[in-house]
């Protein structure tokens, strides 16, 4: 492996260490016992023995830490209260949801959001420019539980145009290509709702980048080879301006676990931000900490991947 | 002699702050033949960078080619030329250099891929076949392993390889002019002759006319057949090389001489030429020259034309009425 | 304070700004004296007529299934959502360029223990930060839950400070100064304010907006604001399960949302091109 990228590698490590310490102390700093909900317990007395001695809050505490974390190491995350089942499970369950609605949006988001971006850059200053900054705008600004919630009310109940619910028609007959049509259905309006309210990020950056490629003077370079100018922007500029929107890749990890969160409990789509929502109600607090696991392995792995995708692409990092 | 290009009168605006437009280039025209070098000489902003986009309608967003500017390619009108047509010129009639061959390659992409890129554009061939001319044109400009250096990025090569590069990518479409706006500025002092000899051993095996803007006296001599030089947006002298450096004429080109340091010859102070170069926002009223001019009189404060001093030799000054004319 | 002064300058004379700008100058006006000229929500309850009512000329926004009447409850909820946001961001940025400044100061161990934990801070998504921390107690006072916000926004403008301090360490003016008899931590103080005031007010504006978008998110969760507290978020949760039937009830607070972060993103924006030594 080459050595920045062994470097990079245990940076991430590190960070993602000091994030799972952080989100552990978390547990102990605040006031009450995060396990004595008298909530819905699926529990046995041995199982809750067993996860009181995991956050065993009678031990001293570097010692806590240390079963905490290498119960991470060894994927145990504990046992959720609410469903008696490890947490570890619940949260494989549900990932494949939330990772297949991600997908949409970065689709989504990076062929459109791209799209918009490159031309507003080379139509800088027009009305068209400005008003789709305007939009972008005014959808970053849009809740997304309000929006998906007012799509799914309309849209979906109202009209009956799309499902409002849910991820696939529980009358639904089977089949591979049935299936596949009805979930795409009804990943349409989260899909859209998540993607209207993040595209903005996207389209900001890449014109920005795109902005500082246009006058470069490569890009007279290429006019003067009379290029079509439609290479002269996608292939020559474009392609220098892609990496800001990379490491932009990697942030949308974060964006989309969050993000996700609103979108899927309004949509009833059963990936790990419903879970997460369902946990918040239950006070069910394994299943909690476990999202937050996850949640901080994936920022941490998005990063890492965007720099490396940044390194690939861009050769003077490579040989320097 | 056949003549390939005529630029008559040509004027280029930009957008003040006020909204009015000021011309950094203000009636320049010159004629360039086929296989001559004609050097384009002045200081920076006296518009001569502008005048060489224009050639091409390369001039940035902002900028506008007046009505009354022409610029003929042979029977062809540049500035009427759009899309297609324009195409076909850049790069196929004429091809440019730029001063910094760092910032003007593209950075992602390899040196034969940039080069093939432009015999592409214009000559119907195969990939295979755009790659071999492509190395042709390397060795063509001197650079060793023309092969190899093929798959390299123009951080890999030396500031004098990159330029080289930079000339292949010009004339890779074969164009019949070149234009080469300050090659050599960006390079050492010893890499500078190497790049100049390039540019004339490939003009004289292609009979290519060029064009070279530079702010270099130095490499005028011996590499130019007439020099024309430019201040403040207009053109102040013109002539064949060595009559002008015989008889420098203008105020200006004379200051220019004069500030050069010499090897050979008496050890002198330098003399700069006094005062600072006016912003194209503001040119002076009058002869451009005049609040600088060691000579100026009365009638300077009319702005003077071309007029002639010697066989072929015009310079933009009154003084030229005074003076016999030599033959 | 000059910069400022001339920055906000700036900001009124481009449309879109000046558009923030008023827009948030009226909320605040709203917020302020809104409640007082309205009736007051919580006294409205018709015991006898516990419906929603679509809008009307007595109802402009409607009422919700409580019958109060939308308008005074988004108005209201105005105070509350403006009150949380300045405040946390308030917090946010003191302790973000507090930290900045230490790290960058200080340098050496101190610098990459705090930078260090920043990294590993950024790592966890907010949300679930606050949702961690807010679903343990039974109650959460309003106090707290500003406290909480703002604690958990002040690693990126840490960041951004300590990488202004660093810069300023080495600029040579600063040695120049200290040869005369200045004070190195002065110097430092002195122009650190100045440089960095810019971008920690776009930060701060910034900010505003997406605690605003945080904390409705959190209410709506039921973890936010609590009830009867009126806040937009727990409005639009209020409205969820009639948004067929009353849909009003909703979208009402939504939009104030809407408007309110984009008027702060216009104003940052506009704030960020006129701190921007290279222009827009």
């Known amino acids: 492996m080459p050595r920045w990228l062994l470097r990079r590698t245990l940076q991430a490590a590190l960070t ?14 605040l006031p009450g016992d995060p396990l004595a909900r008298e909530g819905d317990r699926a529990l046995t007395p041995q199982q809750f023995e067993a996860l009181r001695a995991r956050y065993g809050l009678d031990r001293p505490l570097a010692s806590q830490l240390v079963v905490f974390l290498v119960g991470i190491a060894r994927g145990d995350l504990g046992v959720s209260i609410q469903y008696g089942r490890p947490v570890t499970e619940l949260l494989i369950e549900r990932l494949p949801a939330t990772l297949l609605l991600g997908g949409a949006v970065l689709l989504l988001n990076f062929t459109l959001g791209v799209w918009l971006g490159v031309r507003q850059a080379v139509r800088k200053d027009s009305l068209e420019d400005r008003w789709i900054t305007t939009l972008s705008l005014a959808g970053y600004a849009t809740p997304s539980f309000w929006l998906g919630l007012v799509l799914a009310g309309f849209i979906g109940v109202r009209w009956h145009l799309l499902p409002s619910g849910g991820m696939r028609d529980p009358l639904g007959t089977g089949g591979f290509a049935a299936t596949t049509l009805d979930v795409l259905r009804h990943l349409i309006l989260p899909a859209i709702t998540l993607s209207a309210v993040t595209i903005a990020v996207t389209i900001r950056y890449q014109r920005t980048a795109m902005l500082e490629v246009l006058h470069l003077p490569y890009i ?20 220098n301006a892609l990496f800001p929107v990379l490491t932009l890749l990697g942030l949308w990890l974060p964006i989309l676990v969050s993000g996700s969160v609103f979108v899927e409990s309004v949509f009833a789509w059963p990936g790990l931000g419903s879970l997460a929502i369902a946990a918040v109600g239950a006070r069910d607090y394994p299943v909690l900490m476990g999202a937050g696991v996850l949640a901080a392995g994936m920022v941490v792995l998005g990063t890492l991947l965007s720099d490396v995708a940044y390194a690939v692409l861009d050769p003077r990092v490579q040989t320097s | 002699m056949t003549r390939v290009l005529e630029v008559g009168n040509l004027r280029v605006s930009f957008p003040a702050r006020d909204g009015r437009r000021f011309f950094p280039v203000d009636g320049v025209s010159f004629t360039l033949d086929r296989g001559e070098t004609l050097a384009l000489v002045g200081e920076s902003g ?6 060489s986009l224009a050639l091409l309608q390369l001039v940035p967003a902002s900028g506008r080619v007046e009505p009354g500017s ?13 899309g297609e047509a324009l195409r076909h010129i850049r790069g196929r009639r004429i091809g440019m250099i730029f001063q910094d061959p760092m910032t003007s390659l593209n950075p992602v992409f390899t040196v034969g891929d940039q080069i093939a890129e432009g015999v592409r554009a214009h000559l119907p061939v195969s990939r295979g076949e755009a790659r071999e001319r492509a190395r042709t044109l390397l060795q063509e400009v001197g650079i060793p392993d023309p092969a190899g250096r093929l798959d390299a990025y123009p951080h890999q090569l030396s500031g004098g390889m990159r330029q080289r590069v930079m000339i292949a990518i010009a004339l890779a479409a074969e164009p019949e002019i070149l234009v080469a706006d300050e090659p050599t500025t960006a390079l050492d002092v010893t890499v500078q002759a190497q790049i100049l000899e390039v540019l004339d051993q490939l003009r004289r095996a292609r009979g290519m006319a060029v064009l070279l ?36 004429s203008h105020p200006y080109t004379q200051g220019l001489f004069a500030s050069v340091p010499r090897i050979s010859g008496p050890v002198n102070r330098l003399t700069p030429i006094g005062g600072t170069v006016p912003a194209p926002t503001a040119w002076p009223t009058g002869c451009r020259f005049r609040p600088r001019c060691p000579q100026a009189f009365e009638k300077c404060q009319l702005p003077p034309e071309l007029l002639p001093v010697g066989p072929d030799h015009r310079m933009r000054c009154w003084l030229a009425e005074g003076r016999p004319f030599r033959d | 304070m000059r910069i400022i002064g001339e920055a906000l300058q700036t900001v009124w004379e481009t449309p879109r700004g000046r558009a923030g700008v008023m827009f948030l100058g009226f909320l605040v006006l ?20 516990l419906a929603a009512v679509s809008p009307s000329v007595d109802h402009p926004f409607g009422t919700d299934q409580l019958s109060r009447d939308v308008l005074s409850r988004v108005v209201s909820g105005a105070r509350i959502s403006l009150a949380v946001a300045a405040l946390a961001v308030a917090l946010s940025v003191t302790l973000g360029a507090g930290v900045g400044l230490i790290a960058g100061y200080w340098g ?10 920043v990294d590993g801070a950024l790592a966890i998504p907010r949300l679930f930060l606050l949702m961690l921390v ?11 839950l500003v406290l909480m916000i703002g604690t958990t926004g002040w690693f990126a403008t840490s960041r951004l400070v300590r990488a202004e301090v660093l810069r300023l360490r080495e600029e040579t003016f600063v040695q120049a100064a200290e040869a005369l008899g200045a004070s190195r931590r002065r110097i430092i103080l002195r122009h650190l304010l100045v440089n960095a005031a810019g971008p920690l007010l776009v930060a701060a504006t910034l900010g505003v907006g997406d605690v605003i978008l945080l904390e409705s998110g959190l209410s709506f969760l039921g973890l936010g604001v609590q009830p009867p507290t009126p806040s937009w978020g727990g409005m639009i949760l209020d409205g969820r399960a009639a948004i067929e039937a009353a849909p009003w009830i909703s979208i009402f607070p939504g939009v104030a949302i809407v408007l309110t972060v984009l008027a702060t993103s216009l104003v940052g924006d506009a704030l960020r091109d006129a701190f921007d030594p290279r222009g827009a």
């Open chain 2, 70 to 82: 022409t610029i003929r390619l042979g029977d062809t009108d540049v500035l009427s030329l759009k």
């Open chain 1, 16 to 29: 993602l260490a000091i994030a799972l310490i952080l989100l552990f102390l978390l547990v102990h700093v």
């Open chain 3, 108 to 117: 050496g161990a101190v610098d990459a223990l705090l930078m260090r934990l």
């Open chain 2, 46 to 51: 006296c518009g001569k960078s502008l005048t």
């Open chain 3, 30 to 49: 709203l917020a302020l004296f809104g409640p007082l000229a309205l009736p007051d929500p919580a006294r409205q309850f018709d015991l006898d007529e």
């Open chain 3, 134 to 144: 807010l679903v343990v107690p039974d109650r959460v006072p309003l106090l707290a």
């Open chain 1, 220 to 239: 007279v370079t290429a006019r003067a080879k009379g290029l079509p100018e439609g290479r002269v922007v996608w292939v020559h500029g474009w392609r």
């Open chain 2, 213 to 248: 803007i530079t702010h270099d006296l130095g490499i005028v001599a011996g590499r130019a057949d007439r020099v024309s030089v430019m201040y403040a947006g207009q053109i102040v002298e013109e002539a064949p090389t060595p009559e002008l450096f015989a008889h420098p």
